[in-house]
């Protein structure tokens, strides 16, 4: 793809956790140089680019996510140096490269906060951020009753030089990541600035952590008792205007190559989501209502249906102007991986309980086969969709979600500040398994320190250097799946249609839609699907196919004689 196409339609961009995914220097922590030695098996793989989790200096108290600079590379990466390498070598393979840029908050080192705090109430520093007097005779209550989205009050007090209690500050997520005000205009010039700074050093676009957010309602008022604190927080008008003066920074930089900008949209509706999409905001934002929901052909049908409908309401708006693209995706480093989501078998009452969607975190028995079928025949939906796809490292290893981690080695904030009673992320994060018989699985080289989350005695049957040797391998199968869609889908209209389904089948069993002369079937249920003689060859499956009958869990793909 060359510099200038529109590659961010229909990408298919791989997220790299990159902590969790090569260690080069053996220190047991995965690091930008890994990610450079790997670039061969993402190109055979046949990704279009990488987004890389944040890479920035941080005391990591949320994997990278509270950011201390914004216009460096951690040291423990690797530095500049190393993140320079990469983006070298992976434009060599024309491969993209996407920053994850985190504007609702930063890191309590940042030296802005630190400032703010040295200052008395109303400094200027501190109008960068949300500082408050509290409640009560004292001020010992927080300023509202907003709840962090990683449990607990979203407020923190501060104290003051004499080691009294002072003001209190927001934070939306971790108590070591306090919101920005986005009213100051300081912050708003910080910002552009930051993404100049990464586009002139080679990178092709952001993904846009938490984008939704960034404005408040005015007074931060109290949410009432049929509100969650996510209406104060979250898709106030405003935002909009945030994402419009980026379009144009990002077009100004944009001379001789095509940028993108992806948003982490976490909404109620579609129209949530492709809100950012108009022509001059964000040329992508994730759908993440797929991923949540449970595996039925009714449900997965319904949300597509609903992302469809809100874009071609979009395109009603201003038929003139081409909007952006849905992201589709099914894993991250946010969820339980599908494997084990579909696989769950029998779910833990105690499952996880709205914190970031509770249905991507839900723990139990998981049936591992069951969900690696299910999980390969999801793949074959999204493949086809219209917009990009974004898949989280891994996943084209089949590897499950570690759910047993012992709880000495967890650090996820969610686990921390619900004193265990979420999980959290880190099962999702276990570092990679890419040879069998090695140590830490060929994840650092020989003689590194442990690696920094304890992998599973199971990794290995994951391990990257068996499944090269089996053609019949989950990594196969990504490989053959990818290439398909390259040749079969990429650049196609995005026009689906919906195909009835023969009465035998009740609707919960079977799904299928048309895009392009490919016809998608994926059965949800165990009873098997024939596929009629009208809907051409099969070109592609998530399982051997016996003749024209595909058992289920499974997916096919077929091509119009
Ligand atoms: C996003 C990230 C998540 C992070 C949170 C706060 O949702 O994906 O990992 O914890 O934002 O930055």
């Known amino acids: 793809m060359g510099p200038t196409a529109a590659w961010w339609r229909d990408a298919v961009i791989y997220q790299v956790y990159i902590k969790s995914f090569a260690d080069s220097d053996g220190d047991g922590i995965g690091d930008l140089d890994g990610v450079t030695d790997k670039l061969d098996h993402l190109k055979r793989l046949g990704v279009d680019g990488l987004w890389l989790n944040p890479c920035y200096p941080s005391p990591g108290r949320d994997g990278g996510y509270d950011i201390a600079d914004y216009f460096a590379v951690d040291q423990a990466l690797g530095g500049m140096e190393a993140l320079d390498r990469l983006i070298a070598a992976a434009h060599k393979k024309d491969l993209k490269i996407l920053l994850d840029i985190v504007p ?33 005779q004292d001020g010992e209550l927080p300023p509202n009753n907003w709840q962090s989205v990683f449990t607990g009050s979203a407020w923190t007090r501060t104290r003051m030089a004499d080691g009294m209690p002072g ?155 081409p909007s952006g693209n849905l992201a589709w995706v099914l894993n991250s480093h946010d969820a339980h991986r599908s494997v084990s989501r579909y696989g769950l078998i029998q779910p833990h009452a105690s499952g996880s309980q709205g914190v970031m969607g509770p249905a991507l975190r839900p723990r139990g028995r998981v049936d591992v086969p069951l969900g690696q079928a299910r999980a390969r025949a999801a793949l074959l939906l999204l493949l086809a969709l219209p917009g990009s796809v974004y898949l989280y490292q891994g996943e084209e290893f089949g590897l499950p979600e570690v759910m047993d981690l012992p709880e000495a080695a967890r650090q996820d904030p969610i686990w921390l500040r619900s004193s265990g009673a979420e999980h959290g992320r880190d099962g999702c994060r276990v570092p990679l398994p890419w040879r069998d018989n090695a140590p830490s699985f060929g994840f650092s080289p020989p003689g590194a320190a442990d690696p920094w989350l304890p992998q599973p005695a199971w990794f290995g049957d994951y391990a990257c250097d068996r499944q090269e040797a089996d053609p019949a391998s989950t990594l196969a199968f990504y490989r053959t799946a990818l290439a398909a869609r390259r040749e079969l889908i990429t650049g196609a209209a995005a026009r689906l249609e919906w195909l009835d389904i023969e009465a035998s089948h009740t609707p919960d069993d079977v799904l299928a839609l048309r895009r392009a002369g490919i016809t998608v079937v994926i059965v949800f249920g165990d009873k098997p699907f024939t596929m009629p003689d009208e809907w051409g060859e099969v070109v592609l499956s998530s399982d051997a196919l016996a003749g024209r009958d595909l058992q289920g869990p499974g997916a096919a ?5």
Not at 557 to 561: K, Q
Request: charged fraction near 25%.
């Open 104 to 136: 609702n908050h930063c890191s309590v080192a940042h030296p802005w906060f630190q400032q703010a705090l040295a200052e008395p109430a109303g400094g200027e520093m501190r109008q960068r951020f949300h500082f408050r007097n509290g409640r009560g």
């Open 167 to 321: 003001q209190w500050y927001l934070h939306s997520f971790d108590s070591t990541q306090p919101d920005f005000n986005w009213q100051h205009p300081a912050v708003r010039q910080h910002f552009r600035e930051v993404l100049r700074h990464w586009f002139d050093r080679g990178v092709d676009g952001f993904r846009i952590d938490v984008a939704a957010m960034l404005l408040k309602a005015p007074g931060l008022p109290d949410h009432g008792d049929h509100q969650s604190t996510a209406d104060l927080t979250s898709h106030q008008p405003e935002v909009h205007a945030v994402y419009r003066d980026w379009r144009i920074v990002s077009d100004r930089s944009a001379v001789d190559r095509t940028l993108a900008l992806v948003g982490e949209v976490w909404a109620q509706t579609a129209e949530e989501v492709t809100a950012f999409l108009r022509h001059d905001e964000l040329h992508a934002a994730f759908y993440f209502d797929l991923m949540t929901q449970p595996w039925q052909a009714a449900a997965f049908r319904d949300s597509v249906r609903r992302a469809m409908n809100a874009l071609d309401k979009l395109l009603d708006e201003a038929p003139d102007n």
């Open 557 to 561: 793909w077929l091509a119009s004689r």
